[in-house]
């Protein structure tokens, strides 16, 4: 028998190691590998050598699969690194294939967003070019959810059930008061505004927050947002604001680059989003005003993942190892919604060239005419991903993640 | 028999309602009050007419008393309202003290920070002043455990929990990369670093995050920081440093103050301190650097209290009610440490002009000489505040907190 491998690329999110876990148990329950490695660093830990034996962690780590599961970030770290075109340049191909050869890998699983699929794309053509029969996977994750043809990715309903809880503690924590506030909190999403939407989520039937919701989709316009800003003030005497850091002006400028401040060094500075909208408000409308940047939070916080989610990115991993066996190379495992009512994803996979590069917009008619909600159409779409709430080990009052310290360079000794 | 009224003031935590739960049970276990009412917004509410009947909403919502311990922000909502001295203008009095005749009250109950005990004492005194037998007493809350004579302040241990968790989450996020960064954590506290002291409970056996922590305490010297900085990147590639809003310079000035910036329309505005030291930073050293503001998600985050904490306010509720049953009246009750290990907590009081207007900074031998960490007394300190996971309802798949819609306006029909 022969081995197999796998890698994880990209931002980090809950699910993706998720995704790892579903690799290993179905590499485990195949019973066609003898060995499973980790490549640390995405592909880079090929070409530096640093493998991770993943059989033996599963022998000495107990619970390593559920530890795994429930572990944000990524336990075999990522990479930055784009291989060239092989036909330019095939000095990495032949060292990765060298590698390939040397550890017995039958099949490369490649967990990762669309540069990652760029990657799986690239490996899997050269392997046919050179009648090399190693079989290449993608497994999808993304908080983003801009990935085509899956119905969605793996760690983006955490991340949505992460921004609708917290929209929901920062409506509570806005409602004190019997005075007029703003609230605005910027969620990631440069190209697709996903995440922001799912901020939607966050309304019951008392609360009403976000009032507004703004995404990259719809150009945004100076002065439909002051009056929208002045509308909701006259219905709420605090109005909360959800806004992508990637919404762009008519010109399809990127609205954090329309506002830049000077430094007291002179050096102009982009400020997010959420500061400039904070700024637009303080220039137009007599109101106190705050702005608050998820940031990093909403990709690492496991503590809030959701069991939807997770599950998925396991079914997923497991599933890649499946189609290896079938034979497939150079495809992604997809996710296929059959139903909402009740809930069924089934899993499916597509070329890798159907993803690689591309992005997956909300579409137009899930948000409002006014470009400042969204629709029930978004509403019944994301609902189903955020359900389920995991259990969390704690350990000294904080959460039992798995160890990550092989990621760390030997810099010290004590 | 007659009745008692509690109200809720300053900035929220997830605890307050805890204490508020801890009255209305005392109050209800006592059977000396006909009706337990709240004012809402404060004091303010008793200016306005503003008073919810809490007695019916024990008898109408299933779980109110569960449900309040865990939700987060003020039920009763808040004010900054301060009295002014009865001596210059006693016309507020004169209206307060009528309606604690109207609405027969007993005992009035204030639960706030140092501002809010300012006012305990103006009512006292007052009181006192025109024979008036009503029994004042304040219960402490502020996520900035900076109130005097108290071991420490419900809010405090939940808000610490949550920096902790995120603070070990950042550190997961940041570990990904085989290449040094740096990235900065702003916690607030403006005058105590408490909360910033706190993400030192992040660390594990594998977890070195936060590398550096820096408190209001101590001077924040440019020179040293950038030099801590360049040392920690000897050790580390990603260098998590934790920082108190409130950090000032050898002067007494907010480095947050030291490093305006101006818009695009002239004006100059203060950035935050966190985006001050990104800025530090990448003008000195040539890495990657990113700064993340926790904002008011550490003092709303009721999805990770901890049960230690939720448990002691909902005790001090109690206690308070006991005290003016006792007869007391100008005092605020206190948590007194017994000991660490096992972890022990009476319950207490002291006069509230022991704790109104006066803050309790981290004593400086909490803090390491460098001035760039906290020592073990700190540790063994908060650690036993941060333990104990509460149960949190989900409904939705978000977190099923107590309808606060009685804050709101009537300013929408629909």
């Not at 995440?195 to 039937?205: M, Q």
Request: negative net charge.
């Amino acid at each position: 028998m022969r081995n197999c491998l796998v890698a994880q690329s990209g931002g980090p999110t809950v699910a993706i190691n998720s995704s790892l876990a579903g690799v290993i148990q179905g590499a485990v329950d195949s019973r066609q590998f003898d060995t499973i490695y980790g490549s640390l660093n995405g592909v880079q830990g090929l070409l530096n050598g640093k493998l991770m034996n993943l059989s033996k962690k599963l022998e000495e780590i107990p619970m390593f699969i559920e530890l795994l599961k429930k572990s944000p970030s990524m336990y075999l770290g990522s990479c930055r690194y784009q291989l060239p075109d092989y036909n330019e340049d095939d000095a990495p191909y032949a060292y990765i294939f060298n590698k390939f050869e040397k550890y017995e890998i039958d099949a490369f699983f490649y967990i990762g967003g669309n540069d990652s699929m760029d990657t799986v794309d690239k490996l899997s053509t050269y392997a046919k070019a050179i009648g090399n029969d190693i079989k290449i996977i993608g497994i999808p994750k993304t908080i983003d959810n801009d990935l085509c043809v899956t119905d969605h990715t793996p760690g983006y309903g955490s991340a949505a059930k992460y921004i609708a809880s917290t929209l929901l503690e920062i409506g509570h924590d806005t409602s004190i008061y019997p005075i007029n506030s703003v609230t605005i909190v910027e969620i990631m999403g440069r190209d697709a505004g996903w995440l922001t939407g799912a901020s939607v989520l966050a309304r019951n039937k008392y609360n009403f927050a976000p009032h507004l919701i703004y995404l990259p989709e719809v150009p945004f316009v100076e002065k439909e947002f002051i009056d929208d800003v002045k509308a909701a003030m006259n219905r709420y005497n605090n109005v909360v604001i959800a806004v992508s850091e990637g919404i762009k002006n008519e010109n399809g400028k990127y609205i954090s680059a329309t506002t830049a401040v000077e430094d007291t060094f002179g050096h102009s500075q982009l400020s997010g989003t959420g500061k400039c909208l904070e700024y637009i408000i303080k220039q137009n409308i007599q109101v106190k005003v705050r702005s608050v940047e998820i940031n990093i939070l909403q990709r690492s916080a496991a503590h809030m993942s959701s069991v939807t989610d997770i599950g998925e990115a396991f079914r997923l991993g497991r599933h890649a190892v499946n189609l290896s066996l079938e034979g497939k190379s150079g495809v992604m495992v997809t996710a296929i919604r059959r139903s909402n009512n009740p809930y069924v994803v089934d899993m499916g996979d597509t070329d890798v060239r159907n993803v690689a590069g591309l992005v997956k917009h909300v579409p137009r008619e899930w948000i409002n005419e006014r470009g400042n909600d969204v629709t029930q159409q978004f509403i019944d779409y994301v609902y189903p991903l955020i359900l389920g709430e995991p259990v969390i080990k704690f350990e000294n009052g904080i959460p039992d993640y798995l160890d990550v310290s092989h990621l760390f360079p030997d810099k010290f000794d004590d």
